[in-house]
């Protein structure tokens, strides 16, 4: 069954520095998301990506956050300075046809755990 | 007012309980509803999609109820691998994103 994946699992960093997290969505899939979801907390919307452009973006996702798709099939989120509050799970997620009845379903890879010091 | 509401819970039952689950959301425009479940420390996994006319999928039957916009998951036959966080979402086609319950914690015990 064709999955979500990223890396690294778990990404340590500190405070100030830049970190890159990598995804790879399914394969068919042309929508790409990221959410973040602090310990403790509920799943948040970071930025949803189509067509090589950012399609919706949070009030989380400031000039700090960017996405990439460098290539045919990774999906990057990256964190220029980061700071202690942007420690938490970040998951990438991807989906075939948003607005589209079951093609809304989006699919989740196993997250990165980014730990800011 | 939340956007999408659910009881945090936990819910404590016995296997072979059944066990129900509400939600209700709070943006009309919302199209889609989904239950996910997300086990500690893990991805949310999708559970089911939830549609108008209600839907089943084995032990587990979603309900929705747009006029009243509450969302509910039923559970039959619990097992101890029923055991998770079940988050309720609402998809909105107009910003393209999910946003997601707080979720209900269910722990199922022998």
């Known amino acids: 069954e064709p999955e979500v994946t990223q890396t690294p699992s778990h990404q340590v960093t500190q405070m100030g520095q830049e970190v890159i997290l990598r995804c790879v969505p399914i394969?068919?899939?042309?929508?790409f998301y990221w959410y973040r979801q602090i310990l403790g907390q509920k799943v948040e919307f970071l930025v949803s990506?189509?067509?090589?452009?950012?399609?919706?973006k949070s009030e989380i996702f400031d000039d700090q956050f960017s996405v990439e798709r460098p290539d045919g099939s990774n999906f990057t989120l990256k964190i220029r300075s980061t700071k202690l509050e942007d420690s938490a799970m970040y998951f990438c997620?991807?989906?075939?046809?948003?607005?589209?009845?079951?093609?809304?379903?989006?699919?989740f890879g196993p997250g990165t755990r980014l730990t800011v010091t | 007012r939340k956007e999408v509401e659910q009881d945090p819970g936990p819910f404590n039952v016995p296997e072979g309980a059944t066990v129900a689950f509400n939600c209700t959301y709070s943006?009309?425009?919302?199209?889609?509803f989904f239950w996910y479940r997300q086990d500690c420390r893990k991805e949310p996994k999708l559970l089911m999609s939830?549609?108008?006319s209600g839907n089943e999928d084995g032990r587990f039957t979603a309900q929705l109820n747009r006029a009243s916009q509450y969302i509910s998951l039923l559970i039959r036959d619990s097992k101890l691998s029923d055991s998770a966080t079940y988050l309720c979402?609402?998809?909105?086609?107009?910003?393209?994103?999910?946003?997601f319950g707080g979720g209900t914690r269910l722990m199922v015990k022998p």
């Open positions: 997620a991807s989906s075939e046809q948003p607005g589209q009845g079951m093609l809304d379903e989006q699919y």
């Open positions: 394969s068919n899939h042309l929508y």
């Open positions: 990506f189509y067509n090589n452009e950012i399609s919706e």
């Open positions: 943006n009309s425009a919302s199209q889609s």
């Open positions: 939830v549609y108008s």
């Open positions: 979402v609402a998809y909105n086609n107009a910003g393209n994103m999910l946003t």
